[in-house]
């Protein structure tokens, strides 16, 4: 469902996995240092663009919370939560990638104000603590981020 995210978490997964293996000194004094992989300017373009499809969803799960009678009874709120789970997991690599340096710091405090408005949201459908939706500051902040 979210598979938005594949090419800059490739390069956050390549990373990891590259610092993660051992290496032989001499090895690491023959060769220079590696540069950090950084996503090229298509990469973070995509993933902005699908950050922005996230915030999207994060707005139609939060007007459907306010007339819906819950995701057993309602399917198309059931899809949007799904959808909402399914970016959450990635959503949590893409900050880890962020406070690796692999995004830039726009980009980083993007998607951690994504992240927290899908994990809002989710507990507001969670508990269905509707005044969780409504704090009107954090609403206009969100709509800023579009």
Do not use: H, W
């Not at 956050?12 to 290496?23: G, H, T, V, Y």
């Not at 996503?39 to 939060?62: A, I």
Request: hydrophobic content about 45%; proline content about 4%; overall charge negative.
């Amino acid at each position: 469902m979210c598979q938005a995210y594949d090419s800059v978490l490739y390069l956050f997964l390549r990373r990891s996995e590259s610092a993660s293996k051992p290496s032989v000194d001499a090895q690491r004094a023959a060769s220079p240092p590696a540069e950090p992989l950084q996503p090229n300017v298509n990469e973070v373009e995509k993933l902005r663009s699908d950050l922005g499809v996230v915030v999207e969803q994060v707005k139609l799960c939060r007007e459907m919370l306010l007339n819906s009678p819950g995701i057993k009874e309602d399917e198309a709120l059931s899809d949007v939560v799904g959808f909402l789970e399914a970016c959450r997991d990635r959503l949590v690599d893409i900050v880890e990638a962020g406070a690796q340096g692999i995004l830039g710091e726009e980009l980083f405090e993007f998607a951690l104000k994504v992240n927290d408005a899908v994990s809002r949201t989710l507990e507001a459908e969670r508990v269905r603590f509707l005044s969780m939706l409504i704090d009107f500051s954090y609403r206009i902040r969100i709509t800023r981020l579009v």
